[in-house]
């Protein structure tokens, strides 16, 4: 089949929200031969649909494009409803937005502790001596894991963040096992010596039992492999094209500084303009028609979440940042339906309170050299070289 479009041609920055707005107007449901072919829906009414209908649209075929898992599956993205829901209700009372809000001294210790000696040099590059760091150990706290491990998931969790945005297969193996060998020897600590499960995710799901039997034990270790790794990457990007951003628009800049309680509204408005996330999967369990295409059964489908948050049918002059748009509730930024992002509120807690001291620590910043791309399924910065003032 001809493609609509290449997403193995080169990118800058800018350059896919300019395809994905000529796709939504004359190609809304989309096909590419890429990695072995697929379909991509870039309307907000398809993504969404999709992503809340899971008997049609099933993600335990394919997770994203392009398939990147290499070992064993990982609950809960990996699994359909009903056998992903007992991982989602183990992990999800201890992500709620109450809970996360215990941890915002550490976020805020972790971020000024690692923006000050760059500051302090005057120029950094924010993803790759901030943003990548940050949210690792960030997640390590979360999951109540020493101070030598804190250092052990940071470096091996950077090597993987950084392969899975560059497209380099032999080290996303590579790290990915290293990660698989992390969840291992955390499970196999909590089975034998287990913290309460109201504050610790591996206790929590080896407590778990199902028609009066525990999770398998390599589910077990495959959901924490996930949880490992699931909040790391998007805040590296975010925070890279938040950075972009501002740096092109030195007034907002200005703006946010000065009044940081337009922060968190802030934040959701980038959250929906720089959505990281392109290519979350689904692949349809019967043929089916969308705009008059029809996918046959069995062939993945990409969500494009990044286009469908920059459609104008939902959103006013979309490709425009617009501090307290009225109807904030329909950004797919955090997806939806049954495998929505259950980090959706450290994720935004993270971003919230790295912009506010970024913002407070500098009297300004710019950019100071090229801005490097990450590629599917990712969308936004992978490198962004930054000036201080």
């Known amino acids: 089949m001809k ?4 997403p193995l041609l080169p990118e800058d920055f800018d350059g896919p929200y300019e395809v994905y707005s000529d796709l939504r107007a004359k190609c809304p449901v989309a096909h590419s031969s890429a990695w072995g072919g697929f379909w991509a829906f870039t309307k907000h009414k398809d993504v969404a649909e999709a992503a809340a209908e899971s008997e049609t649209y099933i993600t335990s075929k394919q997770n994203v494009v392009p398939k990147v898992a290499f070992t064993g599956r990982r609950p809960p993205l990996h699994l359909d409803p009903p056998e ?4 989602r209700r183990a992990l999800a009372p201890l992500l709620t937005e109450r809970r996360i809000k215990r941890y915002e001294p550490v976020i805020r210790k972790i971020c000024g502790d690692l923006l000050d000696p760059l500051v302090k040099r005057g120029h950094a590059d924010i993803c790759v001596d901030f943003s990548s760091r940050m949210p ?3 997640f390590a706290n979360w999951m109540n894991l020493p101070a030598d491990r804190i250092e052990e998931l940071e470096k091996v969790g950077r090597r993987y963040n950084i392969a899975v945005q560059s497209n380099d297969d ?7 096992l290293e990660l698989y060998a992390m969840a291992r020897r955390l499970v196999a600590e909590r089975a034998e010596n287990p913290l309460s499960p109201d504050e610790d995710a591996t206790s929590a799901l080896l407590a778990v039992r199902v028609d009066g039997e525990p999770l398998p034990h390599e589910m077990i270790v495959g959901t924490i492999r996930q949880v490992l790794v699931v909040g790391i990457i998007a805040p590296t990007v ?6 972009v951003h501002l740096s092109r628009d030195r007034s907002l800049q200005d703006k946010l500084r000065n009044n940081l309680s337009l922060v968190p509204a802030a934040t959701d408005e980038f959250l929906r303009l720089y959505t990281p996330y392109r290519g979350f999967a689904r692949t349809a369990t019967k043929d089916v028609t969308v705009r008059g295409r029809t996918i046959p059964a069995g062939e993945p489908i990409a969500l494009m979440y990044a286009s469908a948050n920059r459609d104008d049918e939902v959103f006013e002059d979309a490709s425009t940042f617009k501090l307290g748009r009225p109807n904030m509730k329909e950004s797919l930024a955090f997806g939806r339906g049954p495998h929505s992002c259950l980090g959706a509120s450290l994720g935004r807690l993270e971003l919230v309170i790295a912009l506010e001291e970024l913002l407070a620590r500098t009297r300004g910043f710019k950019l100071a050299g090229k801005i490097t791309p990450t590629r599917f399924p990712e969308i936004g910065a992978l490198m962004v070289p930054l000036e201080f003032e």
């Open 238 to 243: 975010m925070i890279g094209s938040i950075a």
């Open 170 to 176: 032999a080290v996303t193996k590579e790290t990915s």
């Open 84 to 87: 992903h829901t007992p991982y």
């Open 3 to 6: 493609s609509d479009f290449d």
């Open 136 to 138: 690792i150990m960030v």
